[in-house]
């Protein structure tokens, strides 16, 4: 092999080595058997939540998880592999996959990196019946707003009484 060649995959697999790093969470899946009409409808799915799922030789991404720390990934790696990266969002992804893979057999989810720390089927899965960040800030927000909301009722409730009083 030349060493240009060689240079070549040195960087890619520097690329997808901080694509791991970056990434709040990595998912590896198998996705051999949809059809392209299918593949089409799940990179869209993906894309509109933020999140980038690439094809990836095997020999590229164990190394590069590798280098990136996540060891004990090689049977992650093993047969046809896509990689769904989202760098906002850890639940995205999971989601989408499960969710896809639910009501398509032909997926099949084998692992990744969920917040930096190497993540099984099960461990996806559970990430997967989360809430949402966007549903975990909502109700972080109502419970902050709720003591507020109480003391305002409360007033009104003081104010309404006031009135049926001043009214009899």
């Known amino acids: 092999m030349s060493k240009e060649a060689i240079a070549k995959k040195a960087e890619i697999v520097d690329s997808v ?14 996705s051999r058997g949809l059809t392209v009409a299918e593949v089409t409808d799940l990179r869209k799915q993906l894309r509109d939540a933020g999140v980038k799922m690439e094809v990836i030789k095997n020999k590229i991404l164990v190394r590069a998880a590798e280098k990136a720390g996540f060891d004990g990934m090689e049977e992650v790696f093993s047969g046809p592999s896509a990689v769904a990266f989202s760098d906002e969002d850890p639940v995205a992804p999971a989601k989408i996959l499960k969710s896809f893979a639910d009501s398509n057999d032909k997926l099949e989810i084998k692992g990744g990196v969920i917040e930096g720390k190497v993540a099984d089927v099960d461990k996806i899965n559970a990430f997967a019946t989360m809430p949402s960040r966007e549903d975990l800030l909502a109700m972080l927000a ?3 707003l709720s003591p507020v909301r109480d003391v305002a009722y409360a007033l009104q409730a003081v104010v309404d009484q006031k009135g049926e009083e001043d009214a009899a």
């Open 142 to 144: 109502n419970e902050f």
């Open 17 to 30: 080595t901080k694509e791991f790093t970056d990434a709040s969470a990595a998912i590896v899946v198998d």
